[in-house]
């Protein structure tokens, strides 16, 4: 009996040294497993830092290539609008030329005309003091011409008749009538007539 004892009691023993052993196995499994787990989580934290960061550099990078557009766009906006106000203000300034070079040749003509009229009445005056019938013949011609040339206008606000009266001949490019009591007449721009007093 002191044997089976014995070989009890070295049973009891050794399951509790194997217990020991494995529950120290477990607790030494159990924090390398721990140790994993926190390098992989801190190594999953790292990464997930590091593609956050990436993502800011991305959106910093794309909002810095949008200003970068922005900013070429107005400046090719502002040249369109430079070149439209140099090329406004050239064509104003040609206009402007063009129009002084008109008005020199108008101021030209107008010289030579009354350099003509000039010379005429020189030519004229030298006839007067040449002959003094035919001065009083000039006179007489240039007082019949003047008298033609500007005949007196009456205008009324009569309108132009509806009954036809005779066409008797053309005043200033219009045709003139001559009504049932002799008075000539034309129709003006407005539709009235104007009376010519001779």
Do not use: H, W
């Amino acid at each position: 009996m002191k044997k089976l004892l014995l070989l009890c009691l070295v049973f009891i023993l050794s399951n509790s040294f194997y217990a020991q052993v494995s529950t120290t196995k477990k607790k030494a499994t159990k924090a390398t497993t721990e140790k994993v787990a926190a390098t992989k989580a801190s190594t999953a934290s790292v990464a997930e830092k590091e593609a956050k960061k990436k993502a800011t550099n991305e959106k910093r990078k794309a909002t810095i290539a949008a200003k970068k557009e922005a900013a070429t766009k107005a400046d090719a906006e502002k040249e369109a609008k430079k070149k439209a106000t140099n090329e406004k203000r050239k064509a104003t300034i040609a206009a402007k030329k063009e129009a002084s070079a008109k008005t020199t040749a108008d101021a030209a003509k107008e010289a030579k005309k009354q350099a003509t009229n000039e010379k005429r009445k020189a030519t004229i005056a030298a006839k007067k003091e040449a002959s003094p019938k035919t001065a009083a013949v000039a006179t007489k011609e240039t007082k019949t011409t003047t008298k033609k040339a500007a005949p007196k206008i009456k205008e009324t606000n009569e309108k132009a008749p509806k009954v036809a009266d005779r066409i008797t001949g053309e005043y200033n490019g219009k045709k003139v009538y001559t009504g049932p009591r002799g008075g000539k007449y034309y129709i003006n721009k407005n539709g009235n007539k104007s009376y010519i007093q001779e």
